[in-house]
């Protein structure tokens, strides 16, 4: 490809707003435009290194036996999930209800129902590479949150546990497969509760919207809404006599320990939530009073898995009154009672950690009063007693015992096992007997556009991009600087054919531009090698080779520039396999 007529200027500014780094110099280099909220053109360059991660991600996929298909992009609407806000739905000319796909589940669920029929046909291993759109609410100006994105969705079917954990670890070791030739560090992080198949893929970078919760002791990672802990102990100490005492505008844990002068966790926090109302569940809208020790806070994910509610969201101050609770003053004791009396059902939910400590302050439902001494079992009781406190940094891990993380990080893929209310439970297969079994079903995804992207976050300096070689757009950035005479030119435009016909790809900058602009362009796109004709390199003895992720540069005679250019391609490539390219910057 000829750079002189290549789609998308380099910009020397990046736009305003433009963050994280890697995104503004994808801008800059000119391989993506925003086009709406969310919403990117990806051009020339960036449709190539988007092709290239597709095609590493299809060649892992298929080496563990998955068949890739292709699936329609409009779906009908009942093969959208209920609980699937983020569909885009539409009738069509005939009012027909359609919705955009924004997970293929159901209809691959479907597929499987009609065509598995026997257990000789079992595993299978299906996936699908294609655009996904999702109507977020608050769309992100990001590329890594765009709301249109290439995804692969890979669905295993097995016939038992033993398979389905298999298939799992098969999907598990082809994705970080693929993510190694990307050169993109992820971390496998536990997204489940108890011992359910459930993995998320996350880079880490700061600027991510998921918190990861991380272990140094022992390498355990999880969501931190779904991480296990060791909740620190309580006192032992025995129990006292419930006394009230005034505590004005102390509204506030923070307020009243400092008031008290106790710490966070002699304290007990009322919390107030409402189940989202589920009419086509037939699940009615219920109150929750939630109780936990006031230096943890609640995992709305553990909390809802608790109650088996879809969503929850904060009670506000009018339902809280409603119930006859006091905001910030809001008390256990008595309170179950009242609300039980409430217009609507409701549910009393107290954090694991509260029996086991005592004496601990809470509310006394009256404005400016708190109590001393609440002891669970004694003063008061609860519907539902377990872990729905979510870690924070420096609290013990399970395992080890050795001080937690937290981290944040961008989610780039997902590998887990369908519940019984998905895809598992339609699908039925006949073992040799005649008896039928239901099918069990994995589901992984990637998030191809983002992980792209995340490979710019990684790999990046000041001067521009540094694409690994496995998914650059180009292998070779060929530079011509004119001589008076022409001639450097004509001896690049010859290295640009033989480059071209021995199959190395090669963006070759024939413009008429100055060294420095078009150094400073080769550097901003970031092809692995740059090499270089000029009368100066002519007259050292051939073409200048420079790698863009190293300093050095070395003159190569132009006869074996081809071959030469092929073995530090080879031997980049080997570096990635090996996680040794860019080891030494990575570190930093
Ligand atoms: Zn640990």
């Not at 598990?172 to 992080?189: D, E, M, N, T």
């Not at 150094?519 to 390199?537: E, H, M, Q, W």
Request: glycine content about 8%; charged content about 25%; hydrophobic content about 45%.
């Amino acid at each position: 490809m000829r750079l002189s007529s290549l789609l998308g200027d380099t910009l020397r500014e990046a736009p305003a707003g433009a963050e994280p780094a890697g995104q503004r110099l994808l801008l800059r280099a000119g391989f993506i435009r925003p086009l709406g909220a969310g919403l990117f053109a990806y051009l020339p360059l960036a449709h190539r290194a988007l092709t290239r991660v597709e095609g590493v991600l299809r060649e892992e996929l298929t080496a563990i036996g998955g068949q890739e298909m292709r699936l329609s992009a409009a779906l009908p609407a009942e093969m959208i999930k209920t609980t699937d806000g983020e569909a885009t739905r539409f009738a069509d000319r005939k009012a027909r209800d359609l919705a955009l796909g924004a997970s293929w589940e159901a209809a691959i669920a479907e597929i499987v129902r009609k065509e598995i029929r026997s257990h000789r046909q079992l595993p299978q291993l299906l996936f699908h590479i294609q655009p996904q759109f999702r109507d977020e609410l608050r769309p992100h100006a990001g590329l890594l949150d765009a709301r249109e994105f290439t995804a692969l969705e890979a669905f295993g079917v097995c016939a038992d546990e033993a398979g389905a954990r298999a298939q799992a670890d098969a999907l598990r070791g082809a994705l970080q497969r693929a993510f190694r030739r990307c050169a993109l560090p992820v971390s496998i992080v536990e997204a489940g509760l108890g011992s359910a198949i459930a993995h998320r893929f996350v880079y880490l970078m700061p600027e991510g919207e998921d918190e990861i919760v991380t272990c140094d002791g022992c390498g355990y990672a999880a969501d931190r809404r779904m991480a296990t802990f060791r909740k620190p102990p309580g006192e032992a100490e025995p129990l006292r006599p419930m006394e009230k005492v005034a505590t004005p505008d102390a509204k506030t844990i923070e307020a009243l320990a400092r008031f008290l002068d106790i710490p966070k966790r002699r304290t007990a926090k009322a919390v107030f939530l409402v189940t989202a109302h589920q009419a086509a569940e037939g699940q009615q809208a219920r109150f929750v009073f939630v109780v936990i020790r006031g230096d943890l806070e609640v995992s709305a994910v553990k909390l809802a898995a608790t109650l088996g509610a879809a969503e929850l969201r904060p009670a506000t101050d009018d339902e809280i009154r409603a119930i006859g609770a006091a905001p910030g003053y809001a008390s256990p004791i008595g309170l179950a009672e009242r609300i039980r009396r409430a217009p609507w059902p409701a549910v009393v939910v107290v954090d694991d950690s509260v029996p086991a400590s005592p004496n601990l302050v809470a509310g006394a439902n009256e404005v400016g009063y708190h109590l001393l001494n609440t002891n669970y079992g004694r003063d008061y009781a609860a519907d539902i007693v377990a872990d729905i406190a979510a870690p924070n940094a420096g609290d013990a891990c399970l395992r080890c015992g050795a001080p937690l993380q937290i981290a944040r990080g961008v989610a780039i893929g997902h590998l887990r096992r369908l519940g019984a209310q998905g895809a598992e439970a339609s699908s039925t297969y006949l073992v040799s007997d005649g008896a039928s079994r239901p099918a069990m079903m994995l589901s992984a995804g990637v998030n191809i556009s983002r992980l792209m992207a995340c490979i710019a976050e990684q790999h990046h300096d000041n001067g521009g991009l540094i694409w690994p070689p496995s998914v650059a757009p180009y292998s070779v950035h060929l530079v011509a600087l004119a001589g008076r005479d022409g001639d450097a030119l004509a001896q690049a435009e010859a290295l640009y054919q033989a480059l071209q016909r021995a199959g190395v790809e090669t963006l070759f900058d024939d413009r008429a531009e100055s060294p420095g602009v078009k150094f400073a362009d080769a550097d901003l796109i970031g092809l692995p090698l740059r090499v270089t004709v000029a009368p100066k390199s002519l007259a050292a003895g051939g073409a200048e080779f420079k790698r863009r992720d190293a300093d050095a540069r070395e003159i190569v005679p132009l006869g074996e520039a081809v071959r030469r250019a092929q073995d530090m391609l080879n031997r980049m490539a080997a570096e990635v396999q090996a996680g040794t390219w860019r080891a030494q910057t990575n570190a930093e």
